[in-house]
C-alpha cells in the first residue's frame, strides 16, 4: 500500500473538538455506570445462553442450542401466543380509552375536566403491584363486592379467577392501569395542536365529531404510535399482574403464563440459569422485531420517515 | 490525550466496582447485635420471627463463635437468593434455614456440605428415624432437623356438634360426615382441596402408600418416578368424588380467601400439621364462637395407620461457607438445648423434632389455650410424628408441585379425571428428569 499524499503536519486542534473532549469527560460517569450495570450483565447473560446446564448432567457449551430449544418449546411458544392474544385486545382497549378520553378532556375546559384528568390518571401512580394485589382482592369470591352485587339480583357472581375468565380479569386490571397514563400523553399532544385550525374548520361547517375524527385524531398521530409502541412493549413483557394473580389463581395461571414469567421461573424456580437467559433473549429479540416492524409501517404517521 | 481518556474512565469503572462491590465479602450486616467481636461469626439465615431471641441465647451461651443472622425471606423467597448465589458463586451465608423438601435440589447442585463429615452422626440419637431420613439421602446428612410437620385433623367441634357430626376416623367415615354436613344444610363444606397444595397433596397420596420418587444422592444421575402409583391414583379418585359432589371446596391454599374461610368456619376441618394450630392463632378475624379441638388425621386403614408430614425445617451448611467446621456446629447446637426449644415451642409455635423435648413429659403434657387446654400433642401430634417414617422428595420438587398443581386444577375444573391428571403428571416429570440429564429407573 501506498499514500498519495503525505500529510505535512499534524493537524491542529480546532477549538470544537477541544470542547467534544470535555463533552465526553462529562459523558463518562454515566458511561461506565451503564456499560456496568447494562452492558456487562448483558454480555454475561448472552454468554450464560450459550451453556447448557442440567441438574444431573453438568454444564456445557451449546452454541445455540437453547435457542433452538426456545422456539421448540411449547411452553415458549405457547406464552408468546399468549401475549400475542393479549395485545390483540389489551391495546385497542386502552388506546380507545385513553383517545376518548383525551378527546373528551380537551373539549370541556371546566374545573371538573381538570378533576376528572387527574381521576383518571391516578391508577397509573399507584404501583403495578399494589393496583395487581387491589384488583385481587376486588375479584375475591369472598371479599369482592361483585358477590354482593350478584346477590342483590339473586344470582351466583362469576369466578374472575377461574381459568375461562383469568383473561378478561388480566385485560381489565392493564388498562385500568395504562389508560390515563397514555391519555395524558395524548392530550398534551391535542392541547400543542394550534386552536386557529378548529376555529377554521368550524367556519367550514365541521361538526364536534367530524373536528376529533378528521382533524384531532390525524394530528396527533405520531403521539398514538408512541402509545401503541409502548403499549406493545409492555404487553409482550406481561409479568407483573398475572404474577400477583398467580399466587390467588395457581391453576388458572401456569409458571409459563407468559414469556417473561417463563424465564424467571426457570431461572429462580427451578435453576435453569442458562436456558432462562436464552429465553429472555428470545423474547428480547421478538420484541425488538415486533417494535421495529410497527414502527416501520407507522413510519408516515410518526414522522420517523 | 486518549489514553488519558481511557484511563480516567477505567478509573471511574474502578471506583464503581469499588463502591458496589465493598458490601459483598466483608463483614455482613447482621439483624442482630454482637457483642462478643473477638469471635469468629457465622452468618445465619432464617426466617422464624422468634429466632431473634433463639440467636441471642447462642451468642450468649458461646463464646468462640457468634450468629451473624439475615431474614432472607420464607421459603422460595429465601431459596430464590440462595439459588442465585449458588450460580454466582458467592454471596450464601454459612447456614441456612431450609425445608426437608429442598435438600435434594440444593444438594444436586453441590450447594449443601455433607454434614456426616463434621460430626453430625454424633447427634442424631436426638432424633426420630423419620425426621433423620428427611433431612439425610443414604450416609450423606444435608441438614439437622429442627422443627417438624406431623399431619393430624384439627375441626370446629361447634359446627360438628350443631350439626350432629361424629369425628371421622377413617376417609370413608369423612366422605359420610361431609354428605352428612351437606345434607343438614350447612352454610360451609367439611374441609378444602386445594389444588395448589404441593406437600398437603403429596402427604395425602403417601398416606395410601404412594412413594413417588427413588432417589439417593449417593448415585445423583439415577432416579425413579412413580407419581400415578395406586396409593396416589385411589386417594385423588377420592378427592374428585368430593369434589365432584360439592362435598369438599377447591379453593387455593394460604391466600385471604383461604384464611378467611379457615377462621369463619366455612371450612369444618382443617387438615392441618402440628404447626397449624399456630398459623391459625396468626389469622385475624377469628369467629367468636369457634371451638376448636384436634383429633388424629383419618385412615384409610385402623388397622395399619399410616402417619404422614406436611412441612419442617432443618439447618444445613453451605459449600460456599468457608468455616464449615463452626457452621456445622451451629447447625447442630442452635436448636440443641432446652432453652432453645422453650422459645421455638412458646413463640413460634414449632413442632421439635429434637427428642429431649420431644419424648419430654412437659411438651407432652402441655395444654393449648387455643383449643381450650387441650393436650394436642399427647392426644394427636405424639403419635403422629413417632409413626412417621420420612419421605424422600425429587431433586427438582418445585417443577414436580408446579405440575401437580396444573395437572390437579384441570382435574376439578372437569377436564380430567383423577387417573389422567396423574398419568399426564408422570409423563411430563419424566420428560423433563430425562431431558435434565438423569437416568430413569423402574
Known amino acids: ?305 | 490525550m486518549k489514553n488519558r481518556l481511557l484511563a480516567s474512565g477505567a478509573a471511574v469503572a474502578v471506583a464503581a466496582v469499588a463502591l458496589t462491590g465493598c458490601s459483598g465479602d466483608t463483614q455482613a450486616s447482621c439483624t442482630n447485635t454482637i457483642t462478643k467481636t473477638d469471635a469468629e461469626q457465622v452468618t445465619v439465615w432464617a426466617w422464624y420471627p422468634a429466632f431473634a431471641q433463639v440467636v441471642d441465647l447462642f451468642n450468649e451461651t458461646h463464646d468462640d463463635v457468634q450468629i451473624c443472622w439475615t431474614n432472607a425471606g420464607q421459603g422460595n423467597d429465601q431459596y430464590s437468593k440462595f439459588s442465585t448465589a449458588i450460580e454466582a458463586g458467592s454471596g450464601a451465608p454459612d447456614v441456612l434455614q431450609l425445608e426437608f423438601e429442598v435438600l435434594s435440589s440444593f444438594a444436586i447442585r453441590d450447594a449443601l456440605v455433607d454434614l456426616s463429615e463434621y460430626g453430625a452422626n454424633d447427634v442424631r440419637t436426638n432424633y426420630t428415624d423419620g425426621a433423620w431420613e428427611d433431612a439425610s439421602s443414604g450416609d450423606a446428612v444435608y441438614a439437622i432437623p429442627v422443627d417438624g410437620g406431623p399431619m393430624g385433623m384439627i375441626y370446629r367441634a361447634d359446627i360438628f356438634d350443631e350439626y350432629g357430626i361424629e369425628v371421622p376416623e377413617t376417609w370413608d367415615e369423612f366422605a359420610d360426615a361431609a354428605q352428612a354436613l351437606k345434607d343438614a344444610g350447612a352454610p360451609g363444606v367439611l374441609a378444602d382441596f386445594p389444588t395448589n397444595g404441593r406437600a398437603f397433596n403429596q402427604a395425602l397420596f403417601a398416606q395410601a402408600g404412594s412413594t413417588p420418587f427413588v432417589y439417593d444422592s449417593a448415585n445423583p444421575q439415577e432416579i425413579g418416578i412413580e407419581v400415578n402409583d395406586d396409593g396416589a391414583k385411589e386417594v385423588l379418585a377420592y378427592w374428585q368424588d368430593l369434589v365432584e359432589r360439592d362435598l369438599v371446596a377447591t379453593d387455593d391454599a394460604f391466600t385471604a380467601d383461604y384464611n378467611t374461610n379457615l377462621v369463619n368456619g366455612t371450612y369444618a376441618v382443617y387438615i392441618a400439621a402440628a404447626w397449624g394450630p399456630g398459623y391459625l392463632g396468626g389469622l385475624a378475624d377469628a369467629d367468636e364462637d369457634a371451638v376448636w379441638r384436634a383429633a388424629p388425621v383419618p385412615q384409610w386403614d385402623t388397622a395399619n395407620p399410616v402417619q404422614i408430614n406436611w412441612g419442617g425445617s432443618s439447618f444445613g451448611v453451605t459449600s460456599q461457607s468457608d468455616k464449615p467446621e463452626l457452621a456445622a456446629l451451629v447447625a447442630k447446637e442452635i436448636f440443641g438445648t432446652e432453652e432453645a426449644w422453650e422459645i421455638g415451642v412458646d413463640q413460634a409455635a414449632l413442632f421439635p423434632l429434637w427428642t429431649p423435648v420431644l419424648e419430654s413429659d412437659e411438651f407432652a403434657q402441655k395444654e393449648y389455650p387455643f383449643f381450650a387446654g387441650q393436650k394436642i400433642n399427647e392426644d394427636v401430634f405424639l403419635e403422629a410424628a413417632a409413626g412417621y417414617e420420612g419421605f424422600t422428595f425429587s431433586p427438582f420438587q418445585n417443577y414436580a408441585y408446579d405440575q401437580l398443581t396444573e395437572e390437579l386444577y384441570a382435574m376439578v375444573e372437569g377436564q380430567q379425571n383423577a387417573d389422567e391428571a396423574l398419568d399426564t403428571l408422570q409423563d411430563s416429570l419424566e420428560q423433563y428428569a430425562t431431558q435434565q440429564g438423569f437416568e430413569l429407573l423402574n
Open chain 1, 1 to 305: 500500500m501506498t499514500t498519495t499524499t503525505a500529510a505535512p503536519t499534524r493537524p491542529r486542534i480546532s477549538l470544537q473538538r477541544k470542547r467534544q473532549r470535555y463533552g465526553w469527560f462529562y459523558v463518562t460517569p454515566f458511561l461506565a455506570i451503564f456499560a456496568l450495570f447494562f452492558i456487562v450483565p448483558l454480555g454475561y447473560a448472552a454468554w450464560m445462553s450459550l451453556f447448557s446446564s442440567t441438574l444431573a448432567g453438568g454444564s456445557q457449551f451449546a452454541g445455540l442450542g437453547n435457542y433452538v430449544r426456545a422456539f421448540t418449546d411449547p411452553l415458549f411458544i405457547g406464552g408468546i401466543g399468549r401475549v400475542a392474544a393479549f395485545g390483540l385486545v389489551m391495546i385497542p382497549a386502552q388506546l380507545i380509552v385513553a383517545i376518548t378520553a383525551a378527546l373528551v378532556l380537551d373539549t370541556l375546559a371546566t374545573t371538573l375536566s381538570k378533576i376528572s384528568r387527574l381521576l383518571i390518571f391516578a391508577p397509573y401512580a399507584i404501583p403495578v403491584v399494589v393496583g395487581a394485589l387491589m384488583w385481587s382482592f376486588l375479584y375475591s369470591p369472598r371479599f369482592g363486592p361483585a358477590s354482593t352485587i350478584f346477590e342483590w339480583f339473586g344470582m351466583a357472581a362469576p369466578d374472575f379467577l377461574s381459568s375461562s375468565a383469568i383473561f378478561g380479569s388480566l385485560v381489565n386490571i392493564v388498562t385500568w392501569q395504562w389508560a390515563g397514563y397514555y391519555m395524558i400523553i395524548v392530550y398534551a399532544a391535542l392541547r400543542s395542536v394550534d386552536p386557529a385550525i378548529y376555529e377554521a374548520a368550524r367556519i367550514d361547517g365541521a361538526n364536534g365529531f367530524h373536528i376529533a375524527m378528521r382533524i384531532k385524531v390525524p394530528m396527533i398521530s405520531s403521539s398514538m404510535v408512541m402509545v401503541i409502541t409502548f403499549a406493545l412493549i409492555g404487553t409482550l413483557q406481561f409479568f407483573t399482574e398475572p404474577v400477583v394473580l398467580r399466587s390467588m389463581a395457581a391453576g388458572a395461571i401456569d409458571s409459563a403464563y407468559t414469556p417473561n414469567m417463563y424465564a424467571y421461573a426457570l431461572a429462580f424456580q427451578y435453576s435453569q440459569f442458562n436456558y432462562a437467559s436464552a429465553i429472555a433473549f428470545s423474547l428480547g429479540i421478538l420484541v425488538f422485531i415486533g417494535s421495529f416492524i410497527f414502527l416501520f409501517f407507522t413510519r408516515k404517521q410518526s414522522g420517523l420517515k
